[in-house]
C-alpha cells in the first residue's frame, strides 16, 4: 500500500528552486474522434471484412504503474512523476504511527 501526501515541496523547473506542489492522481482523458490513428482504425473498419487489426488478449499485467500530476502552487506549472506498480494507492491517507496501540 502506497500513501502519498496531496503536497509536496520539491523542485520546480520555471521558477527554479523548491517549491510547494500540489499532488493528485493523473487519469487518462477522454479519447479522441478526430485523432489520425482513430480516424485511420474506422475507415479500415468500414464494409466487408470483419475485424482489420489484432485485438489483444493476452494481458499480464495485473497492475498499473500510478503517476502523480504536481502542480507548483506558485507558477502553476505542471509536471509527472511516475511511481513504481502498486495494488492499492492512497492520496493523503492517515500516516503510519510507530509504536502506537492499535485499536478497534
Known amino acids: 500500500m502506497v500513501n502519498v501526501p496531496k503536497q509536496r515541496k520539491t523542485f520546480c523547473k520555471s521558477c527554479k528552486k523548491h517549491q510547494l506542489f500540489k499532488v493528485t492522481q493523473y487519469k487518462q482523458g477522454k479519447a ?3 485523432a489520425q490513428g482513430k480516424r485511420r482504425y474506422d475507415r479500415k473498419q468500414e464494409g466487408y471484412g470483419g475485424q482489420t487489426k489484432p485485438v489483444f488478449r493476452k ?3 495485473t497492475t498499473k504503474k500510478v ?3 504536481m502542480e507548483c502552487t506558485t507558477c502553476r506549472k505542471k509536471k509527472q ?3 513504481k506498480r502498486t495494488k492499492h494507492f492512497e492520496l493523503g491517507g492517515d500516516k503510519k504511527r510507530k509504536g502506537q496501540m492499535i485499536t478497534f
Do not use: C, F, N, P
Request: glycine share 0%; proline share 0%; no cysteine.
Open 32 to 34: 479522441s474522434l478526430h
Open 67 to 69: 503517476v502523480l500530476r
Open 59 to 61: 494481458k499480464a499485467k
Open 81 to 83: 512523476v511516475s511511481l
